[in-house]
């Protein structure tokens, strides 16, 4: 499995854009990369996938450049709810199968 | 549309006694499921994974078994619980897809 390595907190203020980029130099040809959130005492939520270039949905964007050793979740227009920790993760076939490392805490202020 | 259960929300137990944490998956067939345990501020262990009834993989070596009674039934187990085995407990499940969908959680404090 990937190793990862990501900020471990990151601040920021509402209405801002937050980029989190994570690192995972030993990715496989297979491998696609996933980012979870998770608030405390919850379990972790899916937020986005992708294997490379650009992938957008209503919440996010993830950004992986053509090696695909780095990828960076983009989150547009940050409020107080988006305070949570964030977890990337590179993986098979086998979701679940998978070792989650510390996350990045973002802190978004008023 | 697939709902995972999980229960209880929190669990106070003295050491030594037993543990049942249960989880079930609605609106799918034949998950894969896991359970995860993570300590207070740090990243999920996954600690089993089932591919199907019967079929279990561990982990980590612990205190703790797994077992999979029905296709979308996932049990955490122990005889005689340690004061490691407090944590926050996730049950997860997925289906081919490249993602896993988490249940609620057990807050498990052993006394």
């Known amino acids: 499995l990937a190793k990862t390595t990501q900020p471990i907190s990151m601040d920021s203020y509402e209405g801002q854009e937050v980029n989190i980029t994570c690192s995972h130099n030993n990715i496989a040809t297979n491998d696609y990369i996933t980012w979870y959130q998770q608030f405390p005492s919850q379990g972790p939520r899916f937020i986005i996938q992708?294997?490379?270039t650009k992938v957008t949905n209503e919440v996010a964007s993830l950004f992986i450049p053509a090696d695909r050793k780095s990828s960076t979740l983009s989150l547009p227009r940050v409020s107080l709810s988006d305070t949570a920790v964030y977890y990337c993760l590179v993986l098979k076939t086998n979701a679940g199968k998978s070792t989650f490392g510390d996350g990045t805490t973002l802190t978004v202020k008023p | 549309s697939q709902t995972i259960h999980q229960w209880p929300a929190t669990l106070v137990q003295p050491v030594g006694s037993p543990l049942s944490l249960e989880c079930t998956v609605e609106g799918t067939s034949n998950p894969n499921l896991y359970w995860y345990r993570q300590a207070a501020g740090r990243g999920l262990q996954l600690l089993f994974y089932s591919v199907g009834i019967g079929q279990i993989s561990s982990e980590v070596p612990q205190n703790l078994s797994a077992s999979r009674p029905q296709d979308r039934q996932f049990i955490l187990s122990s005889k005689k619980l340690l004061l490691s085995d407090s944590g926050f407990y996730l049950c997860?499940?997925?289906?081919?897809?490249?993602?896993?969908?988490f249940g609620q959680g057990t807050r498990l404090t052993v006394v």
């Open positions: 992708g294997y490379k």
């Open positions: 997860a499940w997925s289906v081919a897809l490249r993602k896993a969908f």
